[in-house]
T-cell receptor, first 113, second 115 residues
């Protein structure tokens, strides 16, 4: 079945540091890929998405590129802020659409001053 | 537009009891999905309802069930609660459940504790 693997956390960075959170997936065909963020005590918010190979999703300074050849969708941000501290989840929906999300285990990000 | 609402936000139940959780989707959304979030298993898909029909189901025992009403509101029920059912239950709504990519909006969740 489909699966998503992302790097273990927590990741601790200083403010203005560069962020990379690795994500790789296993799925047939061309799934759609997502990054969700969860702030303490809240539900999930969609951060960005990409629906086909070589697409780049971007939002709020975060970016991720759908790499079919390496089955990856790594999340990056050039300069993190304290307010970016949260748990980040990589996820996919299957080829052909549908709403069933398969999530990675989540990566906690802590940004310090 | 109001977001996805879930009630109650917190719940404490005893092993063996049953529980019903409610989810009201964003107005106009017809698809509602449910997820269980635990520290050990992470986020796992329970089921999805679209126009009152279950469209998709995850790998959970039959103790977990759901339904959707004509106004798209959804409930999930867990019977004969076990300690391992303690989790955050998240509901997500989307404008459609068909082909294509549609953003899903999550509610804040219901925190269920089974003692």
């Amino acid at each position: 079945g489909d699966s998503v693997t992302q790097m273990e956390g927590p990741v601790t960075l200083s403010e203005e540091a560069f962020l990379t959170i690795n994500c790789t997936y296993t799925a047939t065909g061309y799934p759609s890929l997502f990054w969700y963020v969860q702030y303490p005590g809240e539900g999930l918010q969609l951060l960005l998405k990409a629906t086909k190979a070589d697409d780049k999703g971007s939002n709020k300074g975060f970016e991720a590129t759908y790499r079919k050849e390496t089955t990856s969708f790594h999340l990056e941000k050039g300069s993190v802020q304290v307010s970016d501290s949260a748990v980040y989840f990589c996820a996919l929906t299957p080829t052909g659409g549908g709403n069933k999300l398969t999530f990675g285990t989540g990566t906690q990000l802590k940004v310090e001053l | 537009k109001a977001g996805v609402t879930q009630t109650p936000r917190y719940l404490i139940k005893t092993r063996g009891q049953q529980v019903t959780l409610s989810c009201s989707p964003i107005s106009g959304h017809r698809s509602v999905s449910w997820y269980q979030q635990t520290p050990g298993q992470g986020l796992q898909f329970l089921f999805e309802y679209f126009s009152e029909t279950q469209r998709n189901k995850g790998n959970f025992p039959g103790r977990f069930s759901g339904r959707q009403f004509s106004n798209s509101r959804s409930e999930m029920n867990v019977s004969t609660l076990e300690l391992g059912d303690s989790a955050l239950y998240l509901c997500a709504s989307s404008s459609t459940g068909g082909g294509g990519i549609y953003e899903q909006y999550f509610g804040p969740g219901t925190r269920l504790t089974v003692t």
